[in-house]
């Protein structure tokens, strides 16, 4: 895998190697150059294992002192040479409390077999950050190589917005729409963050303190997108990784994976390739089907939940409720590539500790099916929906508005528990096989 991190600050010469380390006990990083220098830095990263984590990396730190009221720009080249996993840049300015600000690549993922592809970060540092950390990451066992890894310093575009603006916006409508609104002391959070200095400060350095805010909702969804960030997310739809479908002798199986972002063309592409693989395995799926959320990392639901619309059928397979207990139902959409009417057909769910949001949104879809049974790993916890909001600055908020409620009206606030455990040495694929030619 291969990282460009060009990391100029300013006219600042070059301070020798980068010192590396592992984000944990399975992660064996080798390490070389500078990532100060025009050359930058290179990186091997291996794992045998992911142990508890869903990760391996490779980790650095910068004092942020020459940073602040600034953009850092991390940069390289990254190749996945072994492992199912994703490769990624991410980055990240600390404060003496923790997180200020963090931005990753993990939305254009790199994967084995692809080759290599570049990949950059921007990231605003707050006046009140510590320290800047980076690295890569590979979503799985495996091995990485990342190459011309520069960090570099930018000055900060002028959007014509200060800090105050953003925050006053923004602070009132998320007390109101926030599903976890009673979570936070609105007052003191209010009093804390809009204050006199702020409006002499570039929109850049709202995020924090709204960041802030969020983190004192605790409902772990909601997250905030930079101008740049919204405008790629209007613009395409990102898989997390290619669909699957095969036949399994008398089983039709499909793995859904996630999808980020909400482009138009990718979003019509992805229904109806999964709405495609479902007709083309359909004749020969005479004991069911196996969907495999366990990838499914959420995005966006509906070319999801319309890709499997001739599972789901013609009715309402779930609802958005908020915090005055209104829910509006909700289901799948048919199209032209899914005409067969299979809403009656055995369905295995499998599903998993990375299926989730909009993940999830699929697998409340198919909870209280009749018809099907779920296998795996619970999901995790976060079966809620956020609405997006848009920001002075061209940014948006997506704020975690309602929980999901399955087609009987139940939420699912710590996940989604499989009727059938399965651990780490039992193959969920053939478990759910097994249920499904067990029908007379």
Same mark, same amino acid.
């Given at each position: 895998?291969?990282?460009?991190?060009?990391?100029?600050?300013?006219?600042? &010469?070059?301070?020798?190697?980068?010192?590396?380390?592992?984000?944990?006990?399975?992660?064996?990083?080798?390490?070389?150059?500078?990532?100060?220098?025009?050359?930058?830095?290179?990186?091997?990263?291996?794992?045998?294992?992911?142990?508890?984590?869903?990760?391996?990396?490779?980790?650095?730190? @910068? !004092?942020?002192?020459?940073?602040?009221?600034?953009?850092?720009?991390?940069?390289?080249? *990254?190749?996945?040479?072994?492992?199912? +996993?994703?490769?990624? *840049?991410?980055?990240?300015?600390?404060?003496?409390?923790? =997180?200020?600000?963090?931005?990753?690549?993990?939305?254009?993922?790199?994967?084995?077999?692809?080759?290599?592809? !570049?990949?950059?970060?921007? @990231?605003?540092?707050?006046?009140?950050? $510590?320290?800047?950390?980076?690295?890569?990451?590979?979503?799985?066992?495996?091995?990485?190589?990342?190459?011309?890894?520069?960090?570099?310093?930018?000055?900060?575009?002028?959007?014509?917005?200060?800090?105050?603006?953003? @925050?006053?916006?923004?602070?009132?409508?998320?007390?109101?729409?926030?599903?976890?609104?009673?979570?936070?002391?609105?007052?003191?959070?209010?009093?804390?963050?809009?204050?006199? !200095?702020?409006?002499?400060?570039?929109?850049?350095?709202?995020?924090?303190?709204? =960041?802030?805010?969020?983190?004192?909702?605790?409902?772990?969804?909601?997250?905030?997108?930079?101008?740049?960030?919204?405008?790629?997310?209007?613009?395409?739809?990102? =898989?997390?990784?290619?669909?699957?479908?095969?036949?399994?002798?008398?089983?039709?199986?499909?793995?859904?994976?996630?999808?980020?972002?909400?482009?138009?063309? !990718?979003?019509?592409?992805?229904?109806?390739?999964?709405?495609?693989?479902?007709?083309?395995?359909?004749?020969?799926?005479?004991?069911?089907?196996?969907?495999?959320?366990?990838?499914?990392?959420?995005?966006?639901?509906?070319?999801?939940?319309?890709?499997?619309?001739?599972?789901?059928?013609?009715?309402?397979?779930?609802?958005?409720?908020?915090?005055?207990?209104?829910?509006?139902?909700?289901?799948?959409?048919?199209?032209?590539?899914?005409?067969?009417?299979?809403?009656?057909?055995?369905?295995?769910?499998?599903?998993?500790?990375?299926?989730?949001?909009?993940?999830?949104?699929?697998?409340?879809?198919?909870?209280?099916? &009749?018809? $099907?049974?779920?296998?795996?790993? &619970?999901?995790?916890?976060?079966?809620?929906?956020?609405?997006?909001?848009? *920001?002075?600055?061209? +940014?948006?908020?997506?704020?975690?508005?309602?929980?999901?409620?399955? =087609?009987?009206?139940?939420?699912?606030?710590?996940?989604?528990?499989?009727?059938?455990?399965?651990?780490?040495?039992?193959?969920?694929?053939?478990?759910?096989?097994?249920?499904?030619?067990?029908? &007379?």
């Amino acid at each position: 895998m291969v990282v460009l991190l060009l990391a100029v600050i300013f006219s600042a &010469p070059a301070q020798g190697e980068t010192v590396w380390k592992g984000t944990s006990a399975q992660s064996l990083v080798d390490g070389a150059g500078d990532v100060l220098d025009k050359d930058g830095a290179a990186i091997e990263l291996s794992a045998e294992s992911t142990g508890e984590a869903s990760f391996v990396g490779a980790i650095t730190s @910068l !004092d942020a002192s020459s940073f602040k009221g600034r953009n850092v720009r991390l940069a390289g080249r *990254l190749r996945v040479d072994d492992g199912t +996993g994703a490769g990624a *840049l991410w980055l990240r300015a600390d404060g003496p409390k923790g =997180r200020l600000a963090f931005a990753s690549s993990g939305g254009v993922p790199v994967r084995a077999g692809e080759g290599p592809g !570049d990949r950059d970060l921007l @990231l605003y540092v707050p006046e009140a950050s $510590t320290s800047i950390k980076f690295g890569v990451t590979l979503g799985s066992a495996g091995a990485l190589h990342a190459e011309q890894l520069t960090l570099t310093s930018a000055a900060v575009e002028a959007t014509g917005v200060s800090a105050y603006a953003m @925050l006053a916006h923004a602070l009132p409508l998320i007390r109101a729409k926030a599903l976890n609104t009673g979570n936070v002391n609105w007052p003191a959070e209010e009093a804390a963050l809009l204050t006199d !200095d702020q409006k002499k400060l570039p929109a850049q350095e709202a995020y924090a303190g709204l =960041r802030r805010a969020l983190d004192a909702l605790a409902d772990r969804h909601s997250l905030l997108q930079t101008p740049k960030d919204a405008s790629t997310h209007r613009a395409q739809a990102v =898989r997390s990784r290619p669909m699957e479908s095969r036949s399994i002798a008398d089983i039709g199986y499909i793995l859904v994976p996630g999808l980020r972002g909400i482009g138009k063309d !990718d979003r019509g592409a992805f229904t109806a390739e999964l709405c495609n693989r479902i007709a083309t395995l359909a004749p020969t799926s005479t004991k069911g089907w196996i969907v495999d959320l366990r990838q499914d990392n959420g995005g966006n639901m509906w070319p999801m939940l319309n890709g499997l619309h001739s599972l789901l059928g013609d009715r309402d397979a779930g609802g958005f409720r908020d915090r005055q207990g209104k829910t509006r139902k909700w289901r799948s959409r048919a199209s032209p590539e899914c005409q067969a009417d299979l809403s009656n057909s055995r369905v295995a769910v499998l599903v998993g500790p990375r299926t989730a949001s909009s993940g999830e949104a699929v697998a409340v879809a198919f909870r209280a099916r &009749p018809g $099907t049974r779920f296998f795996g790993q &619970p999901t995790a916890g976060l079966a809620t929906a956020n609405s997006t909001f848009p *920001l002075p600055d061209g +940014g948006a908020l997506l704020l975690t508005t309602a929980a999901m409620a399955d =087609r009987e009206g139940t939420e699912y606030p710590k996940g989604i528990v499989p009727e059938s455990i399965v651990s780490g040495d039992q193959d969920a694929i053939e478990m759910g096989a097994d249920w499904l030619r067990s029908a &007379p």
